[in-house]
C-alpha cells in the first residue's frame, strides 16, 4: 500500500465542498511524500517514490483542497502521537475546560471524533463532561481504552452516525482537514447529536500557511485546506450555525464554536398542517351534521392550497371577488368559484376566509354589504372564529 489514491488531476473538476465550482490548480510541489505521517524503514526506502502534489482552489467557494485522496483504510492503523510540549497541554486543557463551561456541559455527554490515543478526552472529563470518543484507528483506541473512555470504532459519515446517539456536545480537533467528504462527515455528526447540541471544531489554519509562505503545510495527508471562511461555510452548509471563529496557539489554529442549527419554523407548519387540516374538517362537518353549508372566501394561491391539504369535503362553493376566477373550480378539491354576490343568492350558514390579506375589507364587505349574519371564520395557525 503506497497510501495514496491518485486522482487524474485533468478530470478532477468538482469542488468536494460546494460540489460546483470550477477548480483551478494554484500550486504545484514536485517530490512530494506519498503520505506524512508514516516514516519509512529501510527496507521500504527502495519503493519509495515522489508524487507531485497540486493545490487547488474552487472559484466558486474558495475551498482549498487536494485532488488526490488518501486509501478509504489508510487510517485504520494510524498512528501521530500527540505532542508533549507543556504549551500545548495548557492550551488544550483551557480549550476544553473553557468548552465545557462556556456550554455548561457537565454531566453531559459529550463525543470527540477521532479522539487519538485520549489525551483530549482527559481534560473534557476533568472539566466534567460524561465523554466517549470515535476513533477509526485501531491503535489510536487501545490507547483510549487504556485511559478508560469509551471508544467506538469506525468512521463517521452520512450514513454512519455515532453509536449511542444523540449526544449533547462534539469535538473535532485536527481531523477534518484529513476527510475526503467533509459533507458527509459533518452531516454524520450532526444526525447523531440531541438538539441543542454544541460543538468545538479546530483545523490548522490556512490564513497561517498562506501569511508565512509555508508551502510546506501542503502534504498528502491533509487533503482539505480551511481559512474561517471556508470553515464558516463548511459547518453551516451542513446544519450547523457557528457561534464564534478564533484564531488559536500563535495564529496556528482556525476555531469555531458551533451550535445544531434550529430547525426552521417549517418543522413547526408540519404540526400546523395536521392540526389546522382537523379544526377545518371538524368546523364543516359540524355545519354538514345539522343540514347546514359553509362557504370559503378566496380562491387565490392560499385557498386553492388550504383547500386542497387539508382535503375538505363538503364545502358548498368559493367565492372571490376577482371575475377572472369567477365560474372556475378549484384544483383538486374542485370546488365551483362564484362572485361574492352568491352568498346573498344561494346563502350558507358560515364562511372560511382564506383570502387572509384582505381578511378586514372582507369581514366588512360580508357584513355590511351582503348582510351575512352566519359565523365566520379565518385561517391561521388555528381556525379563528371572528
Ligand atoms: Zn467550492
Redesign the pocket.
Known sequence: MNGIVMNNCETYIK???????N?KPCLRLRHSARNISRLLRHNELQSDMPIDLYVYE??????VQLAQMLEPSFYDDYLMTSSHSAQMKTFQQAQASEFVRCFALSGKRVIEVGCGDGNYLDYLRQAGANVAGIEASSRFQELSRKRGFTVFSGYVGRESVIPESPWDGFVIRQVLEHVPDPNGFLQGIRASLGSGAVGLVEVPSLEQSLDNGRFYDFFADHVNYFSARTLRYALERNGFEVIDVSREMGGEYNVVLVRIAQCSELTGLQRIVDTLTEEIGDFIESYRRIGKRVAIWGAGGKGVTALAVANVQGVAYVVDSDPYKQGLFTPVSHLPIGAPKMLAEDPVEAVVITALAYRDEIITQLRKSIGFTGQVAVLGHHLQII
Request: aromatic share 8%; hydrophobic share 20%.
Open positions: 469542488c468536494r465542498l460546494c460540489r460546483e465550482g477548480l474552487c472559484q466558486e467557494c474558495g475551498f
